[in-house]
């Protein structure tokens, strides 16, 4: 089998990456939010590999691969500090005969 196309690489600055160990630290941070912070912090890692993150992680290949696909063209703080929002259900009230 031919190896993939390599990762890019994905550059943190001290403030990113300090924010993403802060939400590791909480006790508050949501399990998702934990896994995926884990995930752009090994994918800063110039060595790391779609490959072996996973292992380490204990996460499937495709999260990781995913996760660097979305942080390629985004800027991070908008899927950590901005979760998308819940879209309500309709109310289904019949209408009143009058």
Known sequence: MTPGPKPFALVLS???REVLVGLLR???TGQDVAVRARIVLACADPQATN???PKRLGVS???VVTWRQRLAP???MGW???PAPVRRARSRMMPSSA
């Open 61 to 63: 290949p495709q999260s």
């Open 80 to 82: 950590v500090m901005h």
């Open 26 to 28: 909480r006790r508050s």
């Open 74 to 76: 985004i800027v991070w």
């Open 14 to 16: 001290k403030t990113e």
């Open 51 to 53: 490959t072996a993150i």
